[in-house]
């Protein structure tokens, strides 16, 4: 898409006959530099002290490396696509050499961690790690084996997927006001560090069928794929039991009528990179309690790496999984109504963390972590067939180094609530609700859109292919025109590099957004404008208050030029908006 020209802008009450521009003084900000610039573009971090005001429920604190002691430098805050600081969370991390180290204090107790890092290209090293300054056994060791990812037939990327996890059990158990200390044997950039209270592991529940009694091998050291694929055959209507231990699984399962349970996410863990792969199930399929760890190293889209690819059929769950290395956590076809999929951790996958890709009926998606993916983190694709009643609630987003936070593309009466979303990198917002069809056939939105009560933190980005912003909440009337009702309410929007709400035809044919409902928003810091207009139509914005501001309060500047601009209807209690961009030739730049 090119950038628009000139044209007329328009901002008017609910209800008045005609417009007229309101221009008035601009609120100074100081955020990223100009996109012509090859300079690093810095944005401001969010309060330290800000708690989440939505999101997952968390069973670990994260501590932020340059919060923390340490003995190394700082890089970013940055948001310029392909710097390693851009895909941090916070935008900011500490690099250390040899002998250099970070120190955290912790606020509550744990007894593990886990690091998340990032070595030069081509290297290996480790973290010695100490306790009240006294040196554990357990060291943690670092590789590039799953970083600096490259998607050459995605127009716009570049090498990216900077940082990855991983965590060490500290082998003891540690109280609010002990230091955790991580000392650098070689080069290495430290994001950040989760410290958590592990339970000891769970009982293997009455009745269930264990792995091992089928010749599972819980050391790790031979396939023990025949054993988990008899165990999910003999178990159907019942129960199979993952006991603490490291088990490799070459080989996908089918699955049905059956529950797949392990002792807890940090004790039973499965090596495997396609661990369900099935086009269609009968159903009542309910995973839980252990991790799915691959070793996908390249995203390959024909490959079906990914925890669970297809259907788990209808009336099933998927909780309480951490997911790590694969090309995408869920990928979802077929026949997945009434699904669950909670209390999950998905990190480090090199496409998307969940994807229900059309037919996805009544499917809830809540309560997840999920960090560091390549594409969308949580996304609803309505093709071949439409979603209808889906809901992504309450999760929790950092740092999708790609794409969107939270992207919905078509369907019909989708929710997506009470989410927060950080730290979007490159092609993304936070959140999108776009008619954007990638392949035919595709289902445009309808029905009802319900966005309501998000979080978007240092979300946004300049978009390479159009070398103009992406804002932190994007509609995007890409291939279809926007004709469902699209009621986005109660949002907050915190240190947006650009702007915060945007709409678009982002194919450039100007196809117009209409029945679109901005009620009730909190903008604290963008870089350039509140609202981003660049399509014809008819939205209506209320309640919206915005501070710190860059440039003015609107940018109303259709594309094509012979569009008409949008028309965007006052709806009362608007502060911080009354100022518009006055030249369509030129883009605002973040002040």
């Not at 901002?11 to 006959?17: D, E, K, M």
């Not at 080989?251 to 086009?279: C, D, K, M």
């Not at 907050?492 to 209409?514: I, K, M, R, Y």
């Not at 810091?525 to 014809?536: K, N, P, S, W």
């Amino acid at each position: 898409m090119s950038a628009p020209h000139p044209s007329r802008k328009r901002w008017r009450a609910a209800g008045a006959a005609s417009a007229g521009a309101i221009l008035l003084g601009t609120v100074g900000f100081t955020a990223v530099a100009g996109a012509e610039e090859a300079a690093p573009q810095p944005v401001p971090e969010a309060p330290a002290d800000s708690a989440p005001l939505a999101g997952a429920e968390l069973p670990f604190v994260t501590q932020e490396a340059e919060d923390a002691e340490h003995g190394g430098s700082v890089i970013g805050p940055d948001v310029t696509q392909g710097t390693v600081a851009s895909e941090a969370s916070g935008r900011s991390a500490v690099e250390l050499a040899a002998g250099q180290s970070v120190t955290f204090t912790l606020t509550e107790a744990a007894n593990a961690t886990t690091v998340v890092y990032n070595v030069p290209e081509g290297t290996q090293g480790s973290l010695t790690v100490e306790v009240n300054g006294q040196a554990i056994e357990e060291s943690i060791p670092l590789s590039d084996r799953f970083q600096y990812f490259d998607a050459p037939w995605i127009a716009g990327s570049t090498t990216h997927h900077f940082f990855t996890h991983e965590r060490l059990p500290l082998g003891q158990d540690l109280a609010a006001g002990d230091t955790v200390s991580f000392v650098a044997n070689g080069p290495v950039t430290l994001d950040g560090a989760d410290f958590e209270q592990v339970a000891a592991p769970a009982e293997a529940p009455a009745g269930a069928l264990d792995v091992t009694e089928l010749g599972a091998d819980p050391t790790g050291q031979s396939d023990s794929s025949q054993a988990f694929v008899e165990a999910v055959a003999q178990g159907r209507g019942g129960t199979v039991w993952i006991p603490p231990g490291t088990y490799q699984v070459n080989q996908p399962l089918y699955v049905e009528n059956v529950t797949i349970r392990g002792a807890g996410s940090w004790h039973s863990v499965v090596h495997s990179s396609r661990f369900v792969n099935q086009g269609e199930g009968p159903g009542d399929v309910h995973i839980s309690d252990f991790a799915v760890i691959g070793d996908v190293t390249e995203r390959v889209d024909s490959n079906p790496d990914n925890f669970v690819n297809g259907s788990l059929g209808p009336n099933s769950s998927v909780s309480g999984m951490w997911l790590q290395h694969l090309k995408v956590g869920l990928w979802l076809t077929g026949n997945n109504d009434d699904l669950v999929v909670e209390r999950n951790r998905i990190v480090d996958m090199a496409a998307d963390g969940l994807n229900l890709n059309g037919n996805a009926h009544d499917v809830r998606v809540r309560n997840n972590y999920l960090r560091n993916t390549g594409d969308d983190a949580l996304a609803m694709w309505s093709l071949p067939q439409a979603n209808s009643g889906a809901s992504f609630d309450g999760n929790t987003v950092i740092q999708p180094n790609l794409a969107n936070g939270i992207a919905i593309y078509g369907g019909e009466n989708i929710q997506v609530t009470n989410n927060y979303v950080r730290d979007t990198n490159a092609l993304g917002s936070g959140i999108a609700i776009s008619n954007q069809a990638f392949m035919e056939p595709f289902f445009p939105l309808s029905g009802t859109i319900t966005v309501d009560g998000n979080t978007l933190v240092s979300t946004g980005a300049l978009n390479p292919n159009w070398d103009h912003p992406m804002s932190a909440l994007r509609v995007d009337a890409y291939n279809h025109a926007i004709e469902a009702d699209i009621n986005i309410t109660d949002t907050t929007v915190l240190e947006s590099p650009w702007s915060a709400f945007q709409f678009v035809s982002g194919s450039g044919t100007g196809l117009a957004t209409d029945r679109v409902t901005i009620d009730g928003a909190e903008v604290d810091g963008v870089g350039t404008v509140v609202v981003q207009a660049e399509t014809t139509g008819e939205v209506t914005i209320q309640n919206v208050t915005a501070t710190d501001v860059g440039a003015a309060g609107v940018y109303n500047c259709p594309f094509p030029t012979d569009k008409a601009p949008l028309t965007i209807n006052d709806g009362g209690g608007n502060t911080g908006l009354d100022t518009e961009w006055d030249d369509c030739e030129t883009w605002p730049q973040p002040e």
